[in-house]
């Protein structure tokens, strides 16, 4: 989007007052009933399944938000959303006008922490962020901000009157409340999805969420962190350029080509990822509103809806060493049948890497669309047959695997990105299982990204660190970025070691061209992939320029979920941990806790996340800057636990790269100390004991 598009869509906003949206709940009188806006992107029907007895359950449980006079009226209508969308998303109390990422300083409240917090949350919501804004989703197809719109109207009213002695919990959504702290406590604890182990099935989420009484935050999402498809660009980049270097052993990805799927919300970064990278991206995606939105904002620079035409795209930038990325409107099994196809006929190979990021921790409720139907009819046959929309979702997956795997027989290489396609594929028929070694649940013939590429990156202790400047000011953003390159520049003068020389190097090259690759879309955010050292030094000098007045408006640091010791994730995160406890969920838990106490202004643990609902732990923070002395220690000493856990864990496990590197944080900081593992150096000493 333009600046010029962007500062009249903020104009327009303006002159709605920044006040009616802290008022609360408007209910007497009512506001009139609202009807989804459709000409914008909507989420499909929820499915759940609920028994009669639980649907009168759930409009019980929305009417506990109004006063029993309003219940007559607002009942029907509740009951009505619920059969027609599957949720009661009360969209009679959504704002009239599209939210932004309003600059702190222009929301009137008695905490300054609070008003980022609120800069935070609307940028999850604005339009041009979230993938069905409507229905409160920022992105990964069920990634609620919250559950409906009476508690967004709740939460920014209590966030908008707190103080520094209060603090604000969040129950999947819901607020409970705010209750006395001290300013050194958290202005907010979230927790999204907390169930008991044994209920949380696909199933028993499907029914909760219908009921109101848990949701799905995804990562950044329910933690009001995501910063738009920004937030992974850094992590693509990197994933396909070490891809490049490990399997195809160069350093120039000119000329090949990157295959994928999904351009609705985090997955928008591999098209700009490619380019970056200075490969041919092919991206396919079922939603012509989300390809579109793509394009029309930069992220993706040529659309095609016809496989010929693409053919003659792909070929024509492989030929120049063109860097591109192209959308295909339409479902990626169609792609890679097509690129198989070619290579049957013509003996030439297309494509050199591949992965998928549909959403596929939730494939049978709108996040796969089956190759079979169109987007249009696959959304009814969801709504109204979900039996027969599953069945054929499994169908396509063994279609799409089936093309893969030929496709990888000819020389491509393609890894999982962690987004549970491998292990629906696998749960679905298809033939991913890792040869010689079938019985083992945690492998498959193709690695996850984090065990070939990105583990070794999360156990030298670099992970997506992210900064928003919440003045909204451009040019507060282009002065972090110059101060971000001094900081990692006066690191690697001083001395870095040469595991880590490559890492900084990278980040360094990134963090000088992240203007011009036009990544902001939505709040003045970067990320930065950093270490302990450099997210500390990051942070303090940022502190440092706002005392010193050289940036207006607080800084929010924080990260993606999708970190060195944020998220607990057997296929993902902790897919690369084979002592045995990667099943475990210590890390995550012990790190939120950790983080609380340490400084941070928010906190947020969450189940599910990427891999999906019951197959993940995972927590993030965010940390406001207001150059105050106050505020830099608590960064310098949140930021060095919130990558040590993570590290000293991975250490535990038998990871080499991480036991380098907390013995040299320990050597830097005296007072750290951690248990280390004594290696067993025989292997023979093992073998007759059973």
């Known amino acids: 989007m333009s600046q010029t598009v962007t500062e009249t869509l903020k104009l327009r906003l303006s002159r709605q007052p920044v006040s009616s949206l802290l008022s609360g709940i408007q209910s007497n009188p009512l506001p009139p009933p609202k009807k989804r806006n459709p000409n914008i992107a909507h989420a499909p029907f929820r499915t759940h399944n609920l028994t009669h007895t ?112 209060q603090t604000l919990v969040m129950y999947s959504g819901h607020p409970m409340g705010l209750f006395p702290s001290s300013p050194s406590a958290p202005r907010a604890i979230i927790t999204n999805g907390m169930v008991i182990p044994n209920y949380s099935t696909r199933e028993d989420y499907d029914r909760m969420f219908a009921l109101g009484v848990t949701m799905y935050g995804q990562m950044t999402a329910g933690s009001y962190c995501y910063i738009g498809p920004q937030g992974i660009v850094h992590g693509t980049t990197l994933t396909v350029l070490n891809a490049g270097r490990l ?28 380019v970056i990278c200075g ?52 479902n990626i099994v169609a792609v890679w049948e097509r690129f198989y196809e070619e290579y049957e006929k013509t003996g030439e190979l297309l494509v050199e890497l591949g992965s998928d990021q ?180 990051l942070a303090m000098r940022f502190n440092q320029a706002i005392a010193h007045g050289d940036i207006q408006g607080t800084i929010v640091i924080s990260r993606d979920h999708h970190d060195v010791s944020g998220t607990d994730s057997p296929f993902r995160e902790t897919s690369n941990v084979y002592d045995g406890s990667a099943f475990t969920a210590d890390m995550a838990v012990q790190n939120c806790i950790g983080d609380s106490f340490r400084g941070a202004t928010w906190v947020a643990l969450h189940n599910g996340g990427g891999v999906g609902w019951g197959e993940v732990v995972n927590g993030g923070f965010g940390l406001v800057l207001d150059g105050s002395i106050e505020q830099g220690r608590k960064a310098e000493s949140m930021l060095g636990w919130d990558v040590s856990n993570g590290v000293a864990r991975r250490a535990w496990s038998g990871n080499g790269n991480a036991d380098s590197t907390i013995r040299r944080a320990m050597e830097e900081n005296p007072r750290l100390r951690v248990t280390l593992p004594n290696r067993v150096v025989s292997s023979s000493l093992l073998e007759n004991l059973f």
């Open 279 to 330: 490969c041919v991206g092919v991206i396919a995606e079922v939603s012509y509103e989300a390809l579109k939105k793509r394009y029309d904002q930069g992220w993706v620079l040529e659309m095609t809806e016809n496989l010929d035409d693409l053919m003659k795209a792909v070929r024509a930038a492989r030929k120049q060493k063109r860097a591109t990325s192209i959308g295909f409107h339409g």
């Open 358 to 537: 549909t959403s596929c921790h939730n494939p049978f409720n709108g996040g796969y669309y089956p190759v079979q139907l169109g987007y249009e009819e696959a959304q009814t046959v969801l709504a109204k047959d979900p039996d027969q929309f599953k069945d054929l979702v499994q169908k396509s997956l063994k279609r799409q695997v089936a093309a893969i795997n030929s496709l990888s027989d000819a020389g491509m290489y393609f890894f999982d990105y962690g987004n549970a396609f491998l292990l629906e594929a696998r749960r679905s028929g298809a033939h991913v299982a890792k040869k010689g070694d079938e019985a083992n649940a945690n492998a498959f013939r193709y690695p996850s990204y984090v065990q070939d590429i990105m583990g070794d990156i999360f156990s030298l202790g670099f992970g997506p660190f992210r900064w928003v400047c919440t003045s909204g000011r451009s040019e507060d953003l282009e002065k972090t970025d110059r101060l971000a390159q001094e900081v990692l520049e006066k690191i690697v003068a001083g001395g870095v070691p040469k595991e880590i020389e490559q890492q900084y190097s990278d980040n360094i090259k990134w963090i000088k061209e992240a203007g011009k690759h036009q990544m902001v879309v939505g709040s003045q955010a970067r990320i930065l992939y950093s270490d302990q050292k450099g997210r500390m030094a």
């Open 247 to 274: 399997k195809l052993g160069t350093n120039d990805l000119s000329g090949k080509v990157f295959v994928t799927s999904g351009l609705g919300g985090m997955s928008g970064a591999q098209a700009k990822a490619a």
């Open 54 to 165: 639980e649907k009168k359950q759930a409009v019980e449980n929305a009417l506990r938000y109004f006063p029993a006079e309003t219940h007559a009226e607002l009942a029907p209508e509740f009951a009505a959303e619920l059969a027609e969308f599957g949720h009661i998303y009360m969209y009679r109390f959504m704002p009239s006008e599209p939210l932004f990422a309003i600059p702190a300083d222009q929301i009137p409240t008695q905490s300054r922490q609070a008003a980022a917090i609120i800069h935070m949350l609307l940028n999850n919501l604005d339009p041009r962020v979230a993938q069905f804004p409507q229905e409160l989703v920022t992105y990964g197809g069920n990634g609620q901000v919250l559950s409906n719109w009476a508690q967004f109207r709740l939460v920014l009213q209590y966030l908008s009157t707190m103080s520094d002695e």
